[in-house]
């Protein structure tokens, strides 16, 4: 049965990462790209592919009968990437117990970390967007549950993968898991690398660059080593002209 995927990609998301994930794997697919709206919002476009309208989509079409199957959730899409296409172990470590430490970091990326960034970029969002005259109200209010929660939680979460890698890094393994590149750190990446490493925004996420690297140098040594791998590379170089501008958000 051969199948045929094409991934609804959308500038500047979470979608990225399965370009990569792909590129690892040697799969081919095709990508279709959305671009988002001046609101920094999906089009309305992707609705069409899902209810939702978010992306990634991977949709799997059966070209011997024409089905298409659409898989949604970055976790999903790489748990049924890894099952269906890696059967070379190229991203899944053949030990047992690395396995699940693989597939708890697709469960964490998406549940425990990315939540928090998300209500932070919100957040932020609120302190410009709010209606004229409230805005220094506004500021306050998401300061103060910011101060109170998100920063915090960010923290202590940012002091627990830094540990890992610290283990990881003083064992000789430059990975989240094992000694080799897994579907860990590949969903990991946006996370850490797009939303803090690189961010040139980090006030937002109550840091600065020159605080960041030196209370998390691994995650820094870390992200510095995989955004240089040949995969990582060419997934970038395949949409670049998909991100002409850095979104002013």
Known sequence: MTKKLILHWLNYSRSQRVVVLLEKLKVPYEIKVYERTKEFRAP???EKIHPLGKS???EVIDESTNESQIITETGH???YLLKNFDKDHILTPTDAKQQDEVDYFLHYSEGTLQPLLVSLLVHGFAKTKAPFGTRFLMGLLVKGIDDQFYLPELFKNLSY??????NQHEK???YFVGSQ???ADIILSFPLIVNLVENKRLDAFGTSDLEFAK???NIKKWAEFIVK???YVKAEEKVAKNKPITPNI
């Open 229 to 231: 791998l040949p995969d």
């Open 56 to 58: 990634p989509v991977l």
């Open 44 to 46: 309305k476009e992707l």
């Open 161 to 166: 993968l830094e540990e890992i890698l610290k």
């Open 181 to 183: 590149l897994t579907g």
């Open 172 to 174: 000789g393994s430059s």
């Open 77 to 79: 899409i790489f748990n």
């Open 215 to 217: 209370r998390y140098p």
